[in-house]
């Protein structure tokens, strides 16, 4: 399977616990998306990279969550000392540098307890 | 602030009749229009977009700028139509790709 993959598909957590998800996107798209998406509503932007910098982050991005893409390949996020607030499908994205086509990833299921 | 409105949550239309799942949008740019679709166990998909003008799989959305409206339309329904959609809007100048969704209509084709 050549798509983007996420892992793992789900994640059971207490509060308080640390968690972290990989994406890995499709091999030569440049650009990386992290999206959440919560029960009912649409996927909402939360931050994205080109290559390893990140250009953009979400309001949604609290200093609870941190996202990297060390060699501008796979990418990971990061959320400490989770809340049941953060329960939610975290969904990872990638495209080609000057193409608006988003490819998505399975999404990582988080539930927070 | 840019903001996509979808009004339906739920949409049930019988086979072989028309479908239309209504999308309105607010940006202050450029906007690029975009259908994604998520079918059953599976992930989300683009189904088109508003350059391209193309008909994909029967569906077809015209931009309109003067109503701000990118409406998904169908002739005939079929049952594997049955999804759900978002419309969703990105910016079309560099660095401003990223994509704001709709909340979605689940549309439900009746045999």
Known sequence: DTGVSQDPRHKITKRGQNVTFRCDPISEHNRLYWYRQTLGQGPEFLTYFQNEAQLEKSRLLSDRFSAERPKGSFSTLEIQRTEQGDSAMYLCASSLRGSNEQFFGPGTRLTVL | ?111
């Open chain 2, 1 to 111: 602030a840019q903001r996509v409105t979808q009004p339906e949550k739920l949409l049930s239309v019988f086979k072989g009749a028309p479908v239309e799942l209504k999308c309105n949008y607010s940006y202050s740019g450029s906007p690029e229009l975009f259908w994604y679709v998520q079918y059953s166990r599976q992930r989300l998909q683009l189904l088109l977009r508003h350059i391209s003008r193309e008909s994909i799989k029967g569906f077809t959305a015209d931009l309109n700028k003067g109503e701000t409206s990118f409406h998904l339309k169908k002739p005939f329904a079929q049952e594997e139509d049955s999804a759900m959609y978002y419309c969703a809007l990105s910016g079309a100048n560099f660095g401003n790709e990223k994509l704001t969704f709709g909340t979605g209509t689940r549309l439900t084709i009746i045999p």
